[in-house]
């Protein structure tokens, strides 16, 4: 079967298996094929050709009669690089690819399907063989793990860069319990090396290190993250990303420069008063206490900012004292030339530098390059790596292994910016395969998550973004004002990963809705009676109702943001449950009035419409409102659903009692 393999490796890719692939390969299949194991976890280098041994577990197992392959990777740019570069061209249409809670290629019954895990929960109701790209993160990490229970495949295949020993211990039990206690196959350089002497190891090693932020600046953040701050919006903007992405120093030194265009805030006051140490130079000291200067010298340092590579010539001089240095855009020519030579004949263990040497600064001695923040110009990221990912020619393989460690702030857009950086680079055609992503549950999406926590698992999109005024209905249906605001894009993202639910506030939705049957009533009442109810904004409500031909639709995100009420997945069946009862209480009330619920299924949008028969005084009104429910699953379908009925029973008794 590997013979037969290798061929199509040859034909499609243009290469054959190495020894050391075989053998691993051989070393699964004999773990399967004798009943020691359907759980194998293996771990070998970066850049150690992985992922052929993936499409070979696939063509292993599907060949064996399993129906269907799950190969899981961490991140959207993972799925398109190893979807374009691999998966497509070695089994063609019988693979596809799904990362944006879309469940198309599942549904059209794809063989094997490149994919996210949070998607492949969503969309995937029978899977008989899983494959982890990364796995490393399926120990340990709760969302991973229920995703993985829930799918119970037959097979579980994965593959890490590393595995720490301590992690071993970490794997669900409720795994265990359905596959088995995992084989540990472990394939370090060296064993690679004895297996194959023609294996060559990769030419860097990739870390990401969280920067995380004290309570001091995280508070500070998140008075930006809400929109509390008020000024300038470009302003603002570059505010938070100064903060986020150079730390206390640049950020005060910025807003220093500011005064007029924002708004005075307590928290930035405060922060820029402490006297701590910010959180990217915090970083830096943990980084080279694992990354010790004496074993990488020369080491480069990159900040974006003058202010933050002085602030980091302190917080490490005491690390090497006086053979620090620090190359700015005030250093000329000649300073930056003697600088170089100085660090080629092992005068200067480290420089830290700023946008001036992402060019000019050529020191292939350099092991170690650790980025403090991410450049979003694909061509600034790539010059950066060119720093270090350099060959002096003669050296030997061993001496070769570069080593690249990024800083990133969690919860903020600066893991998202990693991902784009990578995203542009891989798309400009530059290999970018040996830097390790990790930001699942890192990037400016989990903050949204933490912040609904505090809340107590459930609570109003307004209260987590102060940008998003009140407006009343009257307002709503006759000059709607959408709510487009950054923080709507992070929820957005969080629904259509399954990690938020959402459903539209009863009382607010249900006062909208009773505008419409006033205004439906309106324009059949005449005389003194209608006085009471009838005020000149109501007929108005009354006028579009007959523009629409009697149905209003409320399907603009950015409007329907005014009403949305956030949940986490765990408290939905509550949510449920109390608007049952709360159905059941108010049905009584509105006697043979009635409203039914009408669905139609959109790309990316689940629309119910609720259709009023409702009498009162004589009359009966028949209005429709349309609500769209967007990125909604089969459980958000079910919240839809309740939730609507719920509105137009709420919108009928809000009615009857303005007629009273």
């Known amino acids: 079967m590997l013979s037969d393999f290798d061929e199509i490796v040859k034909t499609k890719l243009g290469y054959s298996l190495f020894p050391y692939q075989t053998h691993v390969s051989e070393r699964m299949i004999k773990e399967i094929e004798e009943g020691k194991s359907n759980f194998i976890v293996v771990s070998m ?44 061209k070695i089994f063609g249409e019988d693979v596809g690819m799904e990362y944006e809670g879309e469940c198309t290629a599942f549904e059209e019954g794809k063989k094997i399907i490149v994919s996210t895990p949070f998607t492949a929960e969503k969309c995937a109701p029978e899977t008989e063989a899983i494959i982890i790209d990364e796995v490393h993160h399926a120990f340990g990490d709760s969302r991973y793990e229920s995703t993985l229970v829930s799918l119970d495949p037959k097979y579980l295949i994965g593959f890490t860069a590393l595995l720490p020993s301590y992690k071993k211990y970490m794997v669900d039990p409720r795994l265990v319990e359905k596959l088995g206690k995992p084989k540990f196959l472990n394939y370090d350089f060296k064993a690679l090396a004895e297996i194959d002497p023609t294996f060559n190891p990769p030419k860097a090693i990739a870390d990401v290190f969280d920067s995380e932020m004290n309570k001091t600046e995280d508070s500070a953040y998140d008075t930006f993250f809400r929109g509390q701050v008020k000024g300038d919006k470009n302003t603002l903007k570059f505010l938070e990303m100064t903060l986020y992405s150079y730390g206390k120093e640049a950020f005060c030194e910025s807003l220093g420069r500011m005064e007029g265009k924002i708004e005075e805030n307590p928290q930035l006051d405060f922060l820029c008063e402490s006297k701590e140490l910010s959180h990217k130079a915090r970083a830096l000291r943990q980084i080279l206490s694992i990354y010790k200067i004496e074993d990488f010298k020369p080491v480069l340092i990159f900040t974006s900012r003058k202010a ?38 092992g005068d200067i263990d480290v420089i830290i530098s700023t946008l001036v040497g992402e060019e000019g600064i050529d020191i292939p001695e350099a092991k170690l390059l650790v980025m403090t923040d991410v450049p979003q110009s694909p061509l600034r ?83 987590l973004d102060s940008n998003v005024g009140n407006i009343s209905s009257v307002e709503v249906l006759l000059s709607p004002k959408n709510a487009e605001t950054q923080m709507g894009d992070y929820v957005d993202r969080a629904i259509k990963e399954g990690r938020i639910f959402y459903y539209y506030d009863v009382d607010k939705m249900a006062d909208l809705a009773s505008k419409l049957l006033l205004g439906s009533y309106c324009n059949l009442c005449f005389g003194e009676k ?61 006697e043979y009035n009635s409203v039914s619920l009408s669905y139609m299924k959109r790309t990316n949008a689940y629309s119910i419409t609720l259709n009023f028969n409702v009498s009162a005084e004589g009359m009966t009104v028949y209005p429709k409102l349309q609500l769209d429910y967007y990125n909604a699953n089969e459980q958000e379908m079910k919240l839809a659903e309740i939730n609507s009925k719920l509105i137009g029973y709420k919108a009928i008794y809000l009615f009857l009692q303005q007629l009273k």
């Open 381 to 463: 990221f790539y010059q950066r790596l060119g720093r270090l990912i350099r060959s002096k020619g003669d050296e030997s393989t061993e001496d070769t292994l570069k080593y690249l460690v990024v800083a990133l702030t969690p919860k903020t857009p600066e893991y998202d910016n990693l991902d784009d950086a990578l995203r542009n680079l891989y798309l400009e055609g530059v290999d970018v395969s040996y830097i390790v992503e990790k930001k699942e549950g890192k990037g400016p999406v989990a903050r949204v998550i933490d912040m609904v926590k505090k809340e107590g698992g459930g609570t109003s999109f307004s209260r």
């Open 530 to 590: 209608c006085m009471k109810v009838c005020k000149d904004c109501i007929r108005e409500v009354g006028k579009l109702l007959i523009s629409k031909k009697g149905k209003v639709k409320i399907e603009k995100k950015g409007l329907l943001l005014h009403y949305m009420e956030l949940v986490l997945p765990e408290k939905i069946d509550e949510v449920i449950g109390v608007m049952k009862k709360e159905k059941e209480e108010i049905e009584s009330k509105i």
């Open 308 to 345: 933050t590579a002085y602030e980091f010539e302190k917080t490490i001089s005491d690390l090497d004292p006086g053979r620090i240095k620090v190359l700015t855009g005030d250093s000329s020519k000649f300073e930056r030339q003697k600088l170089v030579k100085s660090a080629k004949r």
């Open 45 to 88: 280098p970066t850049g150690s050709g992985k992922t052929v041994i993936e499409l070979f577990m696939a063509y292993y197992l599907l060949k064996k009669g399993v129906k269907n392959v799950i190969m899981m990777e961490p991140t959207r740019l993972l799925c398109d690089q190893m979807y374009f570069n691999f998966w497509r």
